[in-house]
């Protein structure tokens, strides 16, 4: 079965919506995408995987706007 990457679906409130970066993940993806290794290219590196998330983040928020909308009315008492 296919996810949907909908809230209560198969995603929950507690779900993280933007995944953490770590400097080991910079430090690879230079090694293993880069003829270089100098400020440039982590620093272009790290803007491309910030950048990638940030994709992710909203495509997941766009997804999910109306379900948290509903659940913070329904919080709220409001339904």
Do not use: H
């Amino acid at each position: 079965m296919e996810r949907q990457w909908k809230l209560g679906e198969d995603l929950f409130l507690s779900d993280c919506i933007l995944d953490p970066i770590t400097f080991d993940e910079i430090a690879m993806t230079v090694r293993c995408n880069c003829r270089e290794v100098n400020e440039w290219t982590v620093r272009s590196t790290a803007r491309e995987i910030l950048s990638a998330r940030l994709d992710d983040f909203y495509e997941l928020l766009e997804r999910n706007v109306g379900e948290i909308i509903k659940e913070v009315n329904k919080q709220k008492g409001i339904e």
